[in-house]
Nanobody, 120 residues
């Protein structure tokens, strides 16, 4: 029904930047919230940032001032601009979308994950 494709991960030195993208396609009527989560080895998945359909944003304290989440509703895409990256930002990053599908109903969908590695 709904397919998410993430891109933009990679290896970067501390202090560098990366931009993640997550594009949704399929039987989408509209998208409510869009967000990014991450999971580091041996740790639980945690919320990094999310953005509502109205554009309100929320960030984890650890990334405030460094990461920026944005969305392009016309493209059904959410972005995460990550600046001043730190080694502790190393994790697999997953996008998460709450989608109202054309057939009716609401579903939570996850991307396949993209690895972000920050070297010191």
């Amino acid at each position: 029904q709904v397919h998410l494709v993430e891109s933009g991960g990679g290896l970067v030195q501390a202090g560098g930047s990366l931009r993640l993208s997550c594009a949704a396609s399929g039987s989408i009527f509209s998208i409510n919230s869009m967000g990014w989560h991450r999971q580091a080895p041996g740790k639980q998945r945690e919320l990094v940032a999310d953005i509502t359909s109205g554009g309100s944003t929320n960030y984890a304290d650890s990334v405030k001032g460094r990461f920026t989440i944005s969305r392009d509703n016309a493209k059904n895409t959410v972005y995460l601009q990550m600046n001043s990256l730190k080694p502790e930002d190393t994790a697999v990053y997953y996008c998460n979308l709450r989608v109202i599908i054309i057939a009716g109903g609401v579903g939570d969908y996850w991307g396949q994950g993209t690895q972000v590695t920050v070297s010191s």
